[in-house]
């Protein structure tokens, strides 16, 4: 009997934690991400910087590869970034410190610190990222254009109700007080995106435009516009081979945002 009634009681805490551990994770699966488009597929595009040995040829090569894509049947927004939501970013976990121009200074090690992400101006659109002031990258923000920004929420909620339209913020590596800092004229606000699903405070984001800070890997982001991203695999791949001629670039870590939301949960 009292084998039993243990195994009853065991069975009753076993089946009460399943149901609280189910019921956190549907609270956790639906909370609000910032953006909006799941379906985006997204891949590791690698030119190999000695087969574009400078900016301007690595720029006409992203902006090929761009094009192409835009052509491809069933797509409808085409991007590149540094970082995934809910993803890794190519700089890795190193921040940023940051000070708005014309503030009152403080020391190096008492300034806040941001997260830095370099997007194309097909980022907001591609990834559905609401601009909930100003204006996105776009045509506009090319490399001999004077340098801009688009920060986050967050970081307007530290400006004590000031409008961060046309500040100017510096920003350089934490822990580097002896670089240059750059210096970007905010021109929009994006809406905050989470960075971990269970993530209790808001992170500060600063985008700059892909033509200010060019990388030799980056990601490429493709939004169908309808059905599954996935099934646009084998037609991006194609694209990108009609551009690189000599096939050396390489394309791989193919995956979905939904598949990275799923995986962070």
């Known amino acids: 009997s009292l084998l039993v009634i243990g195994e009853v009681a065991t069975a009753v805490l076993l089946l009460f934690g399943a149901g609280l551990l189910l019921r956190t994770l549907i609270a956790v699966n639906s909370y609000d991400r910032g953006y909006r488009a799941e379906s985006v597929l997204t891949m590791m595009v690698d030119p190999l910087g000695s087969s574009y040995p400078t900016p301007e040829k690595l720029q006409q090569f992203y902006d090929q590869v761009e094009a192409e894509v835009r052509t491809v049947p069933g797509v409808q927004d085409v991007a590149w970034s540094s970082a995934l939501p809910l993803g890794d970013s190519l700089y890795g976990d190193f921040a940023l410190t940051y000070e708005v121009v014309g503030d009152p200074q403080v020391p190096e090690a008492q300034r806040p610190t941001t997260?830095?992400?370099?997007?194309?101006?097909?980022?907001?659109?591609?990834?559905?990222?609401?601009?909930?002031?100003?204006?996105?990258?776009?045509?506009?923000?090319?490399?001999?254009?004077?340098?801009?920004?688009?920060?986050?929420?967050?970081?307007?909620?530290?400006?004590?109700?000031?409008?961060?339209?046309?500040?100017?913020?510096?920003?350089?590596?934490?822990?580097?007080?002896?670089?240059?800092p750059n210096v970007g004229e905010i021109v929009g606000v994006a809406k905050q995106v989470k960075g971990r699903p269970d993530e209790a405070k808001d992170f500060v984001q600063i985008y700059v435009p892909m033509a200010h800070d060019l990388v030799d890997d980056t990601l490429l982001m493709v939004r169908p516009k309808a059905g599954s991203a996935e099934a646009l695999t084998p037609a991006v791949r194609a694209a990108i081979s009609r551009i690189d001629k000599d096939q050396l670039v390489s394309v791989r870590d193919i995956v979905t945002l939904e598949d990275i939301a799923w995986a962070s949960t």
């Open 115 to 180: 997260n830095y992400q370099v997007v194309s101006p097909g980022y907001f659109s591609t990834v559905d990222l609401p601009i909930v002031a100003g204006r996105a990258f776009d045509n506009r923000d090319t490399r001999d254009s004077p340098r801009v920004c688009i920060v986050n929420e967050a970081f307007v909620r530290t400006l004590g109700g000031r409008s961060a339209i046309g500040m100017k913020v510096s920003f350089r590596i934490a822990g580097s007080p002896q670089d240059k």
